[in-house]
C-alpha cells in the first residue's frame, strides 16, 4: 500500500516535506523539534502506523511514551481513530509513570514482592498531610499548602534532578531533615509516591539484566513531550531505547515544569551528547494568524537556551494582539466578561494565568451572566484556606465577643502581644465574663501599652459589625492589624485579596458565605464539563496542548509574572534560567490562539500602583509604543 496516498485519499492529511522526513527517519537517536501548532501528535501517530504498515516493525516492537495523561491519551485516541481500522493489534501508549509502575508490578510478580501502596492519586491531600505533620514536628511551624506544595515540588526535583537533598537550594532550611523523615515514613509504612516510582524502576533497569532486556528489546521508543521530561526519565528512556531507535518529539521553547524537574537540557545538548543525532524542525503553524505567529516568533526568540528556528505560518496576518490597562482587578473582571459576551457560543475562548486563585472571582461573574465555563485545575485548597477561617472568625467574634473558643483560634493574629497564659485566665473565668475583650481589661489594667491593644481591638470589632463585608475586609487588614500576619506566610496575601474580590457587593457576611458555596459547586460542576463546550479558566501550565479562537492573558503585573524571584536571579547573577522558563509560558499561553490574543494588566493591586509585566512590552513591542519607564 502507498501509505502517503493513503493518507492525502483516504483521512484527507497532507503531510509537509518535514513530517514526511520525520515518519521515514530511520536514524539510531532523532529530536522532532516542533513548533506550537504544527502537527506533531498527526506526524507521530503517523509515524507509528508508518512503521507498521510499511512492514518495517510489529505493533509490539513500538513503544510511545509521553509527559502527560492528556498526550498518551489524545496519541492513542487520534492512532485508532485513523488507523485502528488497518491495525488490530495493540499499540502501546503510556505515560513514563504508568509504564514504570508497571514495569515494578512486573517485578513484584516475578519475585514474589509485594508493591508498596501508592500515596498519591486516590486519596487528594494525603501527601500533603503527612508533609504537614513531618515539618510541624521538625520545626514546630504551621504551613499553608503554598508552602507545603514548595516543598513536596523539591522533594520531586531532588528525585528527578537526581541530587542529594542537601545540595538542593531550599527555602527552607530545615528541607534535608524534612526529606529524610519523609522518606522513613514511606518506607515505614510500605508507602511510595509517584516520585519513587520511577527512582524504583530506574533502579530496576539497571540493576537486573534480564528485566532490562526484556524491556528493551523493542525496536521504536518515541516519546511526545520530551522537553517536559526529566533526567531520570530521560536515564530510564536511555536504557528502554539502548538496543533500538529513540524517537523524540518536543519544543524546547515550551519546557515550562522546571519546578518538576523538567531538564530541557538534555534535548539543546542532543548533539554533544550523541553527535550522530538528527535534528528534524517542523516550523509551520497551522493554527494561528501571521500576527500571532510573527509576534510569538519575535519573542521568543530573545531566549538564549532553545534549539534555533523560526515558526512561520500560511495564514491570514489576522488582527494584532491587544493590550488592555484596567484600573484594578475588579475592572479587569468586567472587562473580561465583556470580551467573553456570547462569543463562547460561536467561538472558543480561553481565559488564562499564572496564578490559579485568578480565576476565581471571573466564575461568580460568569455565573450571574449564565455563561458556561470549565475549569481543569483544583481550587478545593482555596475553600479550605486558613485566611478563609480566619475573615468568618474575625466577623463571627465582632458578633459574639463571648466565645472563647472563636477567640482562640484568632487572638494572636490581631498584631497585639497576647501570651498563652491570657487564654488560660479566660478558661478559669469561664462562663463569667460577657465580653472577652472587656475582661482582657482587669487582666491589664495597669499596662498601657496592652490596653492601646485592647481598644484598638474593641473599636475594630465593632467597626466590623457594623460593616458591609468589603468594608469589613479593610477593617481587619488594617485596624486589626491582620495584614502584617498575614504578610509572614506565604500565599496568604493572594487568598484575601481573592476572597475580598469575591466579597465585592454582598451586603451581609452570612451572603457571601452563601456565595463561595455556590462558586465551589460551580467550579466542581464544571470539571465534568467538556473543555470544548464552555469558556475555559486555565492555568498557563493547565492551557498547554489546547487551542482556542480567542485568548486572554490576565494579572500581566511584573513581580507576578514575571516572577519576584525570577526578576531577583536574573539581576543578581545573571542566572536566567528561571526567567526564561517563565519566558516560555508566556509563549505557550499566547500560542493557545488561532485568532485574538489580549492582554490584561490592572495598573493597581491591592490599591497599590503596579507595573505591566515586562513580557508585554516584549510581545508588542514592534506594533505599540509604551511609556519610558517601562523595562
Keep these: 500500500m502507498d501509505f502517503f496516498k493513503y493518507l492525502e485519499d483516504d483521512l484527507n492529511i497532507s503531510l509537509n516535506k518535514q513530517q514526511m522526513e520525520a515518519l521515514k527517519v530511520s536514524g539510531k537517536k532523532v529530536v522532532l523539534e516542533a513548533c506550537p501548532g504544527s502537527g506533531k501528535t498527526t506526524t507521530l501517530v503517523s509515524r507509528n502506523a508508518y512503521l507498521i504498515l510499511s512492514g518495517i516493525a510489529e505493533p509490539s516492537d513500538i513503544l510511545t511514551l509521553s509527559f ?169 528512556i536511555e536504557l528502554l531505547s539502548k538496543n533500538g531507535s529513540l524517537f523524540m518529539v518536543g519544543d524546547t521553547d515550551q ?154 483560634k484568632i487572638y494572636y493574629k490581631m498584631g497585639a502581644p497576647f501570651p498563652k497564659t491570657c487564654i488560660s485566665y479566660l478558661e478559669s473565668i469561664d462562663g463569667r465574663y460577657r465580653n472577652i475583650i472587656i475582661s482582657l481589661f482587669d487582666v491589664y489594667w495597669k499596662n498601657s501599652y496592652m490596653q492601646e491593644h485592647l481598644f484598638r481591638i474593641k473599636k475594630a470589632m465593632k467597626k466590623i459589625r457594623r460593616s458591609k463585608p468589603s468594608k469589613a475586609f479593610e477593617i481587619i487588614m488594617n485596624d486589626l492589624s491582620y495584614g502584617e500576619y498575614i504578610k509572614r506566610n506565604a500565599g496568604f496575601s493572594t487568598v484575601f485579596s481573592t476572597l475580598k474580590q469575591l466579597a465585592d457587593g454582598a451586603k451581609t457576611m452570612p451572603e457571601l458565605k452563601k456565595r463561595l458555596m455556590i462558586v465551589k459547586k460551580e467550579i466542581e460542576r464544571s470539571y465534568r464539563m467538556s473543555s470544548d463546550a464552555a469558556v475555559c479558566l486555565l492555568t498557563l501550565h493547565g492551557s498547554k496542548g489546547l487551542e482556542f479562537d480567542k485568548v486572554i492573558l490576565i494579572d500581566l503585573i511584573d513581580g507576578h509574572f514575571p516572577s519576584e524571584k525570577s526578576l531577583d536571579n536574573a539581576a543578581a547573577g545573571g542566572k536566567r534560567m528561571l526567567y526564561e522558563e517563565e519566558a516560555r509560558l508566556f509563549y505557550v499561553g499566547v500560542t493557545r490562539a488561532r485568532s485574538e490574543v489580549y492582554l490584561i494588566a490592572p495598573e493597581k493591586l491591592d490599591g497599590k500602583a503596579v507595573n505591566p509585566s515586562r513580557f508585554i512590552k516584549r510581545f508588542l513591542d514592534p506594533v505599540c509604543s509604551f511609556p519610558a519607564h517601562w523595562n
Design 68 to 236: 502527560s495523561r492528556a498526550s498518551a491519551r489524545d496519541m492513542e485516541k487520534r492512532f485508532y481513530s485513523l488507523f485502528g481500522s488497518l491495525i488490530h493489534s495493540p499499540v502501546h501508549f503510556s505515560t513514563i509513570h504508568s509504564f514504570c509502575y508497571g514495569l515494578l508490578k512486573y517485578c513484584a510478580k516475578k519475585y514474589i514482592l509485594h508493591v508498596p501502596e501508592l500515596l498519591e492519586g486516590k486519596q487528594d491531600g494525603r501527601k500533603l498531610k503527612i508533609l504537614r505533620n513531618i515539618c510541624f514536628s521538625t520545626s514546630n511551624e504551621y504551613l499553608s499548602d503554598d508552602a507545603l506544595e514548595e516543598i513536596s515540588n523539591g522533594i520531586s526535583l531532588v528525585k528527578n534532578k537526581l541530587i542529594p537533598p542537601q545540595n538542593y537550594k531550599s527555602e527552607y532550611r530545615d528541607f534535608p531533615l524534612i526529606f529524610e523523615k519523609y522518606e522513613r515514613y514511606k518506607n515505614t509504612n510500605n508507602l511510595i509516591d509517584f516520585d519513587d516510582i520511577l527512582s524504583l524502576a530506574y533502579s530496576v533497569l539497571k540493576s537486573d539484566e534480564s528485566i532490562c532486556a526484556g524491556y528493551a528489546a523493542r525496536k521504536f521508543v518515541h516519546v511526545d513531550e520530551a522537553q517536559d521530561v526529566s533526567l531520570i526519565q530521560h536515564k530510564i
Design 255 to 408: 519546557s515550562i515544569y522546571g519546578f518538576r524537574g523538567a531538564d530541557p537540557e538534555y534535548i539543546v545538548n542532543i548533539k554533544k551528547i550523541y553527535p550522530d543525532a538528527k535534528i528534524i524542525k517542523l516550523e509551520i503553524n497551522y493554527r494561528s494568524t501571521g500576527c500571532i505567529v510573527e509576534m510569538s516568533n519575535n519573542f521568543i526568540m530573545r531566549n538564549a537556551y532553545r534549539h534555533p528556528k523560526r515558526m512561520e505560518t500560511f495564514n491570514e496576518k489576522g488582527k494584532y494582539p491587544e493590550y488592555i490597562a484596567v484600573k484594578d482587578s475588579k475592572a479587569q473582571v468586567s472587562k473580561v466578561i465583556k470580551l467573553l459576551a456570547d462569543e463562547y457560543k460561536k467561538k472558543t475562548a480561553a481565559v488564562l494565568y499564572r496564578n490559579n486563585l485568578s480565576g476565581i472571582p471571573l466564575v461568580y461573574e460568569l455565573i450571574k451572566n449564565g455563561t458556561p465555563f470549565y475549569m481543569r485545575d483544583n481550587y478545593s485548597s482555596f475553600f479550605r484556606h486558613p485566611v478563609i477561617a480566619d475573615v468568618f472568625n474575625f466577623f463571627h467574634f465582632s458578633q459574639s465577643p463571648e466565645d472563647i473558643e472563636c477567640f482562640k
